[in-house]
């Protein structure tokens, strides 16, 4: 497993645009994919989005197609989640995600990582 750390949460308002980051430590040589993961208030974990380093595919939920963004820096094992036009029901703490099981059916994405961050919370007001 790795050690991840995010940062860039925060409190805006409905419309505006927000970046995470999040960086990964430790036995870094054999990461694979990394992401992110989110959790409203009473409700479950969801996927968010992902990326495999080995080649160019990044995966995204459909609730936040278009709207999020996720780059990556392969060298360093980090990746960065660029929220744009961001909603209320994206209200959330958002855990940065690597490694474990991953996998595509249809190019829909099937992931159980097996490393977590902390979490870092983003609230969206209307």
């Known amino acids: 497993q790795v050690q991840l750390a995010e940062s860039g949460g925060g409190l805006l308002q409905a419309g505006g645009s927000l970046r995470l980051s999040c960086a990964a430590s430790?036995?870094?040589?054999?990461?694979?994919?990394m992401g992110w993961f989110r959790q409203a208030s009473g409700k479950d974990r969801e996927f968010v989005s992902a990326t495999v380093f080995l080649g160019s595919n990044t995966y995204y939920a459909d609730s936040v197609k278009g709207r999020f963004t996720l780059f990556r820096d392969t060298a360093k094992r980090t990746v960065y989640l660029q929220m744009s036009n961001l909603k209320p029901e994206d209200t959330a703490v958002y855990y940065c995600a690597a490694d474990g099981t991953f996998a595509t059916t249809a190019g829909v994405p099937e992931w159980s990582p097996d490393s977590w961050g902390q979490g870092t919370q983003v609230t969206v007001s209307s």
């Open positions: 430790g036995r870094t040589d054999t990461t694979y994919v």
